[in-house]
């Protein structure tokens, strides 16, 4: 009878994910998520409060994104799972927490990546000139987000080595612009105290600054989604620490570097309204091969940014599938290429639909509201996490110091970005706290109960305190 | 030139799409539930960590 049970399980061949990353793929990852919002997004924060709120929030949320950071890579070098903070939920929270992290990292990825082929899609169209119809903007987008569809269908060591390549490129443009407009040498190519002056430095005072925190969440959005790779790197306690802190180092020196060319170039009221900061930089040098390059740098960003948004939904929506928190139907893994191939192709139409009704605006403060939902979980589960398996209990790739000052730096930061976001879009708000109540309300009453409840705690871990 | 790109684009990503729902289906036909949904979470911690300090 054992024999049989046995031989019936062998017979099932089982097929994963491919553990094929490593570190310089998990910065490509976090990196190529984020980079974008130095092209884009972060300067609206200048017609909030200015320019110089425009800075302040660049350190501010900085300090944020550096304790999401430390937490995640504390968590995730532990619980090395596809999923990241879904799974991290779910064995530290609990399900309907879990639930309802998934959500938030499947909606901020999604409308990412929505936002990002529109902002190709406009990008182009303003250098296309006539003729360029509104066939010929459409297909803009279905071509980015079907082309990098196909290329996350196919594997994801090609699809990360892609990033890889494209988000240095974008990385370096903006390096090279920094050097091209003479930084050592104010007055010659950069104006910045002609620019920002003591009167119009803050013109809204410091409620503009607390406003400015809605869209200096754009200067990193995203660097917490290296831990979707958790289950295909090699080394998860080595990679996804060393990775996802050598992020964001590269993107708070990108971050300050992008606000200073800029602030140098553009009065505030431009700079708050206009949809291309480095773009137009680039072309207020003068210099045509400069404007050149920051026109391949923004595509190429928004490229990086929609190619691993659809990494990480896939992978959210996959690990929902193989919980059983939604049919199991999407926890197919390809036998082949290794990738969650249902899950791609379930979101492909979904991105596609969006992308062609919604406006760049909606679609920015949806993934905004998202992210910074999880952003206020990952503050409270760090601190169970530290309750339930105090250090020395199990073994973790990376301890976070100075704990549990992060978390609480967390919280704090993203309680006063709800403030900022409320006093902008306080219906969207509103609106998607009520969208995650209907779906709690869901889960908790009907899809529940076809979880196997005992198999969704994978993690070889001794009792928690307390229980 | 853009116009000639976009139009190129929509073809592409027309073959892609077709490719991708034609490998669905034949990944599917020729592989049983049982085999594409055996991923398990935790496998290679389960197998290879005990979680012993």
């Not at chain 1, 099932?12 to 793929?25: D, F």
């Not at chain 1, 899950?343 to 492909?348: D, E, K, T, Y």
Request: some cysteine.
């Amino acid at each position: 009878m054992a024999k049989a049970a046995q031989a019936s399980s062998s017979a099932v061949q089982r097929v994963s994910l491919l553990r094929v990353l490593g570190p310089a793929h998990v910065w490509a990852l976090g990196v190529g998520i984020v980079l974008v919002g130095e092209y884009t997004g972060w300067n609206f924060a200048a017609d909030k409060g200015g320019t110089l709120a425009a800075l302040i929030i660049c350190w501010v949320i900085g300090l944020l994104y550096t304790s999401v950071a430390m937490i995640d890579s504390e968590v995730t070098s532990t619980v090395a799972a596809a999923g990241g903070q879904y799974a991290q939920a779910k064995h530290i929270v609990g399900p309907l927490m879990a639930f309802n992290v998934a959500l938030y990292l499947v909606f901020a990825y999604t409308m990412l990546e929505v936002s990002n082929a529109i902002l190709i899609a406009d990008t182009i169209k303003a250098y296309a000139g006539e003729g360029f119809t509104d066939w010929h903007y459409r297909g803009v987008i279905a071509t980015v987000i079907v082309v990098l569809a196909a290329l996350n269908y196919r594997g994801v060591l090609m699809t990360l080595n892609v990033n890889f390549v494209i988000t240095a490129i974008a990385y370096l443009a903006i390096i090279v612009l920094f050097f091209s407009v003479q930084p050592w040498s104010q007055g010659a190519v950069l104006k910045l105290g002609e620019m920002v002056t003591p009167e119009n430095a803050l013109p809204y005072g410091w409620i503009g600054v607390i406003a400015a925190f809605h869209w200096g969440i754009w200067y990193y959005l995203g660097i917490e989604g290296t831990t979707q790779a958790a289950e295909e790197v090699r080394s998860p306690a080595r990679s996804l620490p060393y990775g996802t802190m050598a992020g964001m180092i590269t993107l708070l020196i990108g971050a300050s570097l992008t606000w200073y060319i800029c602030a140098s170039l553009m009065p505030w009221q431009y700079l708050g309204f206009t949809y291309y900061p480095l773009l137009d930089a680039g072309k207020l040098t003068g210099s045509a091969a400069l404007e050149t390059m920051m026109f391949v740098a923004t595509i190429l960003a928004a490229l990086a940014s929609a190619n691993g948004c659809i990494n990480d939904a896939a992978r959210a929506w996959f690990s929902l599938g193989r919980d059983r928190y939604l049919p199991q139907w999407f926890s197919a893994v390809h036998p082949r290429y290794r990738t969650p191939y249902r899950s791609i192709l379930f979101l492909l139409p979904i991105a596609l639909a969006f992308a062609f009704i919604a406006n760049l605006g909606q679609a920015i403060t949806f993934s905004i509201l998202s992210g910074i939902l999880q952003y206020t979980f990952m503050s409270i589960n760090i601190i169970k996490f530290r309750q339930k398996w105090p250090l020395g209990t199990i073994r973790r790739g990376y301890t976070h110091p100075f704990h549990p000052l992060p978390a609480i730096v967390l919280f704090i930061l993203c309680v006063v970005t709800y403030f900022a976001i409320f006093l902008g879009y306080g219906a969207q708000l509103t609106a998607m706290v009520v969208f995650y109540i209907v779906m709690s309300l869901w889960f908790h009453f009907y899809r529940y109960r076809y979880v196997r409840r005992g198999d969704q705690f994978t993690m070889p871990w001794p009792k928690p305190n307390g229980y | 030139m853009w116009i000639t790109v976009v139009n190129i684009g929509w073809a592409v990503s027309a073959l892609l799409v077709a490719w991708m729902v034609y490998d669905w289906f034949r990944i599917d036909s020729t592989y049983s539930e049982a085999t594409l949904t055996s991923s398990r979470e935790g496998e290679i911690e389960a197998a290879s960590e005990k979680h012993k300090l």
